[in-house]
């Protein structure tokens, strides 16, 4: 048994956790909201927390120039080979999203998939954005979405999943803690390796709950504009209390 760092366990297993999500639906969400809030034509863009690259695969086969980063060198490393088989040019870049830096400032930055949940402080979460807005041009757009106050308290909560697939097996156990409003994760991940033997893996993962009203107050705080917080792809208005994901639409 392995327990590694962030992403070591994950990488292998992440698009088997995220198999539900067509990214092609969500890509055209992001490029309606270009349409509809975005001051300035969208050719550039960044996706922080980038996972194993399916988005910037998705954003990159429509023409957009992409970089995409992650913390995890075994994220990046999936992604890499994925975009490589697609015979796409992205370029990959090691970035923790609290920190992150662009050799030039983007017309779109991207932070999908609750990625903004991992960061449990709100130091963090203000280090992020403030890092987003330097690396965004004035009338550019900042887009990402968070678990909300419904999901942790009625899906994550103290509940347990199994997901399984051809080569991986996931056991996957959640413990919330409602006065922290921290949710941990715990996956044991067992993949098959070349010799066909089963390799098990443990990662521990965590995740905190903001309000709607925390996450107001760090965009004012950052000099953002809100332009929206919506349930779905529609554009239908978002309510924590009821809804699993709230996509938070911001500009420069």
Not at 26 to 45: G, L, Q, T, Y
Not at 141 to 167: C, G, R, V, W
Not at 177 to 185: A, G, V
Not at 202 to 209: I, V
Request: charged share 25%; with cysteine.
């Amino acid at each position: 048994m392995n327990t590694k760092q962030y992403g070591y366990a994950m990488a292998g297993a992440y698009d088997l956790l995220n198999d539900g999500i067509d990214h092609a639906k969500w890509a055209d969400f992001i490029e309606e909201c270009i349409r509809r809030f975005s001051d300035i034509p969208v050719k550039n863009i960044c996706e922080t927390a980038c996972g194993t690259g399916s988005m910037a695969c998705e954003l990159a086969k429509r023409g957009y120039n992409i970089t995409a980063s992650d913390i995890s060198e075994d994220m990046l490393t999936s992604a890499e080979m994925k975009a490589r088989q697609m015979g796409l040019s992205i370029l990959f870049v090691l970035q923790d999203m609290r920190y992150t830096k662009m050799f030039s400032q983007k017309d779109l930055v991207l932070c999908l998939l609750d990625s903004m949940n991992y960061l449990t402080k709100r130091e963090d979460i203000v280090s992020a954005f403030e890092s987003v807005h330097t690396s965004l041009k004035d009338g550019g757009l900042f887009i990402f979405d968070m678990n909300s106050k419904f999901k942790f308290e009625n899906i994550y909560a103290d509940n347990s999943y199994i997901l399984e697939s051809e080569n991986i097996y996931c056991g996957w156990e959640n413990f919330y803690n409602p006065k922290t409003k921290i949710c941990d994760f715990y996956l044991s991940i067992f993949s098959q390796d070349k010799d066909l033997n089963y390799v098990r893996c443990d990662e521990h993962q965590r995740e905190k709950m903001y309000t709607v009203k925390q996450m107001k107050s760090i965009i004012k705080e950052t000099g953002f504009t809100l332009c929206g917080i919506y349930s779905g792809f529609d554009f239908s208005s978002g309510d924590e209390n009821c809804d699993e994901r709230l996509y938070y639409i911001l500009k420069k």
